[in-house]
């Protein structure tokens, strides 16, 4: 009896001191669980990546929508600049003392690589080893730890950064010259093809809506010494021309764009539709009626009066 005593009552010490350690492991928590900076996420409208021996990449929200600026000007991902503003708001899971830290040692002397929000600094270091969090140094001063940021859009690589679209979203193609097949509209308004009077119009058509509906399932860096292979050129109504290659036609569909220095990889089964016309007897996409709006109706046949 005195030996089951004594054990409930080691049983409700540990208990006891269990509930001390997380009670007083979530309060040191609670003194750095403040944001990474003073920014609110909406506030942001600039944002720099800096990383050594590479161009500085650049971007600027315009008219609510994110451009990449530098070290090209393109429309970007709104996924991946996301993660970009998240920093703004990321906790800090804790927070570093000021006496004597070895800077070198956190990876921060120099830093890996440096964001700026607006004009807030987020200087990054190492790993530190237990958790993996990610060193963070904040306008110079404080050094805090956070949770390591997974997405690919702090890299050097800014490709993740630019828009999947292959065509920008709402431009108006007015021309296609592809391999072997060149579209454009006709005298009559109608789309039409030089080298390929027989052409239908629908089927032309539904060629530019290829183009028009096409993204890529991710991008890449240019190849250093460039691409080679056919030459795409999409001519659009304000004016601009943009200039593909055709890298890889299987196991994936590659265009590459040599002025943003990047590779689209595209849906292989997406090939056909971009490139060629529809074969005799193909079928069409299928075009979409809108539904009736609601009524109530239960489906079942309306009896006549």
């Known amino acids: 009896m005195n030996r089951t005593i004594l054990n409930g009552g080691l049983l409700l010490i540990a208990i006891g001191l269990g509930v001390a350690v997380w009670t007083s492991g979530n309060k040191?928590?609670?003194?750095?669980?403040?944001?990474?900076?003073?920014?609110?996420?909406?506030?942001?409208?600039?944002?720099?990546?800096?990383?050594?021996?590479?161009?500085?990449?650049?971007l600027e929200k315009k008219d609510g929508e994110w451009k990449l600026v530098a070290p090209v000007q393109a429309d970007t991902d709104s996924f991946e600049v996301s993660a970009l503003v998240g920093l703004a708001d990321t906790k800090?899971?804790?927070?570093?003392?000021?006496s004597d830290l070895d800077y070198k040692s956190l990876g921060l002397d120099p830093p890996a690589f440096r964001i700026t929000l607006n004009d807030q600094t987020l200087d990054f270091g190492g790993d530190e080893p237990i958790r993996y969090r990610r060193y963070v140094r904040v306008n110079g001063d404080k050094?805090?730890?956070?949770?390591?940021?997974?997405?690919?859009?702090?890299?050097?690589?800014?490709?993740?950064?630019?828009?999947?679209?292959?065509?920008?979203?709402?431009?108006?193609?007015?021309?296609?010259?592809?391999?072997?097949?060149?579209?454009?509209?006709?005298?009559a308004g109608e789309w039409a093809s030089p080298d390929n009077p027989q052409a239908k119009p629908i089927d032309l058509?539904?060629?530019?809506?290829?183009?028009?509906?096409?993204?890529?399932?991710?991008?890449?860096?240019?190849?250093?010494?460039?691409?080679?292979?056919?030459?795409?050129?999409?001519?659009?109504?304000?004016?601009?021309?943009?200039?593909?290659?055709?890298t890889a036609r299987t196991p994936q569909f590659v265009l590459s764009r040599p002025d943003l220095n990047v590779r689209y990889t595209?849906?292989?089964?997406?090939?056909?539709?971009?490139?060629?016309?529809?074969?005799?007897?193909?079928?069409?996409?299928?075009?979409?009626t809108p539904l009736p709006e609601s009524t109530g109706d239960t489906g079942a046949p309306t009896p006549e009066p």
């Open 266 to 288: 595209i849906d292989k089964n997406e090939v056909g539709k971009m490139l060629e016309l529809p074969k005799p007897g193909e079928a069409k996409p299928a075009v979409e």
């Open 28 to 58: 040191d928590d609670d003194k750095s669980s403040g944001p990474l900076t003073s920014l609110a996420p909406d506030a942001v409208s600039r944002i720099s990546i800096e990383h050594p021996d590479a161009p500085a990449i650049k």
């Open 205 to 246: 058509q539904t060629v530019v809506d290829a183009w028009n509906a096409s993204k890529a399932m991710w991008n890449g860096a240019e190849l250093a010494q460039g691409s080679q292979g056919e030459a795409v050129a999409v001519t659009l109504a304000d004016g601009r021309t943009l200039n593909f290659i055709v």
């Open 143 to 187: 050094v805090a730890l956070i949770d390591n940021p997974s997405s690919a859009a702090l890299d050097k690589d800014y490709s993740d950064l630019l828009s999947k679209s292959i065509v920008p979203l709402g431009a108006q193609i007015t021309r296609l010259a592809l391999p072997g097949l060149t579209i454009e509209k006709n005298a």
């Open 92 to 98: 800090r899971q804790s927070e570093l003392g000021d």
